[in-house]
């Protein structure tokens, strides 16, 4: 069945590093892969998808993530963290049947420090 | 993207009456949307598809009979909380599917 893991519940980065998060998927075949940004008591805004070709994908507010088949992982960074990223981050799967639908990860909280 | 608005935000309902949700694309014809429940500090289950013109499907374990949903037109879904009891408390969020998945931005129902 599949799955997305995001192993770190909780992470705190001092304003202006950079930061990498981590998400595992487990699917048994070419997934589609998501990462939303959630602001707390709000929706959910896209970041970044990958569907296919570069594997190296740009997102926006300066997000990118790699997707690597060979460890199942699709990990999103940034190069420098501001405030303002503050928020829950989302690894979503897409898998198929008769419709297509997104699984999630757990999330990983991001905290910023000044 | 698709642009999709939920409504209410916040709703706050006793005991044993119903409360419907309400979720339009505004400019997208949506055949398929999605609800989700959401717990404090957890992540985004998914309820149901909701299909246009037709019955939804529900995910496993979800009461058709307590969550009604309704998707009469290519713009609009709406989920009924049926006799709300303080354990469907929850925040509750739609999405489209467009060429990816566009969320609304959320109801938080409050059950008392």
């Known amino acids: 069945a599949q799955s997305v893991t995001q192993p770190d519940i909780h992470i705190t980065v001092s304003e202006g590093a950079s930061l990498e998060l981590r998400c595992n998927y487990s699917y048994g075949a070419t997934p589609y892969l998501f990462w939303y940004v959630q602001s707390p008591g709000q929706g959910l805004q896209l970041l970044l998808k990958y569907f296919s070709g570069d594997t190296l994908v740009q997102g926006i507010k300066g997000f990118e993530a790699e997707f690597k088949r060979s460890q199942s992982s699709f990990n999103l960074r940034k190069p420098s963290v501001h405030w303002s990223d503050a928020a829950e981050y989302f690894c979503a799967l897409e898998y198929g049947g008769a419709t297509n639908k997104l699984i999630f990860g757990t999330g990983t909280l991001l905290a910023v420090q000044p | 993207g698709a642009v999709v608005s939920q409504h209410p935000s916040r709703v706050i309902c006793k005991s044993g009456t119903s409360v419907k949700i309400e979720c339009r ?74 060429y990816g998945y566009t969320f609304g931005s959320g109801t938080r129902l409050t059950v008392v």
């Open chain 2, 25 to 98: 694309s505004l400019d997208f014809q949506a055949t398929t949307m999605f609800w989700y429940r959401q717990f404090p500090k957890q992540s985004l289950m998914l309820m149901a598809t909701s299909n246009e013109g037709s019955k939804a499907t529900y995910e496993q374990g979800v009461e058709k009979d307590k969550f009604l949903i309704n998707h009469a037109s290519l713009t609009l879904s709406t989920l009924t909380v049926t006799s709300a009891h303080p354990e469907d408390s929850s925040f509750y969020i739609c999405s489209v599917s467009d």
